[in-house]
């Protein structure tokens, strides 16, 4: 880590040069592929925002990217032979140092939050419609490690699951990114929350808010003769007929996400497809979330952690040069909370 000295001095060196430090990859592949390099410091467009990184935060989005898999992506414009950025990262936390001509509600030296073009380097450029002013309780490590999770959750929760006072809700897959940001809104939201994970991680989920926590090793989803109102799978592992017998006949089921499955779409695709084609036959609600990071989001998930009842989790720190071995860290499931990275 560098000094507060140190970190000036290189600050003034990137200045006068116009470059700067930042993970890149040249080509799809595992966690080899990412390298720390000098490349060109990115200039801010006429409706960007310039700004300088003081951490970034990592979800399982930055691995499929790196990966190039589910290949659908590739097609969807992400590149098909290499990625078209060259530098990894989105989640962004850090001090505007420029703004672009045509951009008006924040001015140099702003504290924000969000997601951003190459967020794994000193510098990183977004649109004002993808930043939100940093929450002041928060440091610049918890507030990096909000924005693609805890939107994919609020997302989940409230407009997908559309979760009201007094309801039950599962949480599966509650020990992840998404799902420890899920548990966390759907109690502010006033739900009886009720978590799944794996032995190692239920103290993690209890310490997030669940009323109750599962252990997917040991025990089932819980009583048929208690329904959820509202099942959150960002697990992906089960089918919709098992998730549905312990819905209830009302009930909401929305899918997030999920890993595993084919190269081409990926299992959690083919079965979210599935369930959109389902749900109108049926009387349950069968949805699926795609979420992007959008300012009004985030100012939503600002005010919840502003008021205390969301808060992020994180389980380490990394410093540039060790990017790798967080995000395998990361597609292990090894981490108790989110990774940061800080450059």
């Avoid at 700004?51 to 990217?65: E, F, K, M, N, Q």
């Avoid at 001509?101 to 924040?106: D, H, I, R, Y």
């Avoid at 697990?235 to 209830?248: F, T």
């Amino acid at each position: 880590m560098f000094t507060t000295t140190q970190q000036a001095a290189q600050e003034q060196i990137e200045a006068e040069s116009g470059s700067m430090q930042a993970v890149v990859q040249d080509a799809y592949g595992s966690a080899d592929v990412l390298h720390l390099a000098t490349v060109p410091r990115p200039a801010p467009g006429k409706d960007d925002v310039l700004v300088r990184v003081h951490a970034a935060g990592l979800h399982i989005g930055d691995w499929h990217l790196m990966t190039g898999q589910p290949y659908l992506m590739r097609i969807m414009g992400f590149g098909l032979r290499a990625p078209k950025a060259r530098v990894r990262g989105t989640d962004v936390a850090g001090t505007v140092v420029a703004v672009g001509a045509q951009v008006t509600g924040v001015q140099v030296g702003d504290e924000v939050f969000g997601s951003c073009d190459g967020s794994y380097a000193a510098y990183a450029t977004a649109r004002l419609s993808t930043l939100a002013d940093k929450p002041a309780n928060l440091s610049f490590e918890q507030a990096a490690a909000v924005p693609t999770s805890a939107v994919t959750a609020l997302t989940a929760v409230r407009d997908a699951g559309r979760v009201a006072a007094g309801q039950r809700v599962l949480v599966i897959g509650a020990s992840g990114g998404v799902g420890l940001f899920a548990v966390q809104i759907a109690k502010a939201f006033g739900a009886e929350v009720t978590g799944v994970c794996s032995t190692s991680k239920i103290e993690l989920v209890r310490s997030a808010g669940a009323d109750q926590v599962l252990d997917y090793t040991q025990v089932g989803l819980g009583s048929n003769d208690r329904p959820y109102d509202v099942i959150l799978d960002m697990g992906g592992n089960r089918s919709l007929s098992q998730l549905r017998r312990h819905l209830a006949p009302r009930g909401t089921l929305v899918l997030v996400g999920g890993e595993g499955g084919g190269r081409w779409i990926g299992g959690a695709m083919s079965r979210s497809l599935r369930a959109l084609v389902l749900s109108p036959f049926v009387s349950q609600r069968l949805r699926m979330v795609v979420s992007t990071v959008k300012r009004p989001d985030l100012q939503a998930v600002s005010e919840l952690i502003q008021a205390g009842k969301v808060t992020p989790l994180i389980d380490r720190t990394y410093p540039l040069q060790d990017v790798p071995d967080a995000i395998r860290r990361l597609h292990n499931r090894e981490a108790q909370g989110k990774l940061v990275i800080v450059p």
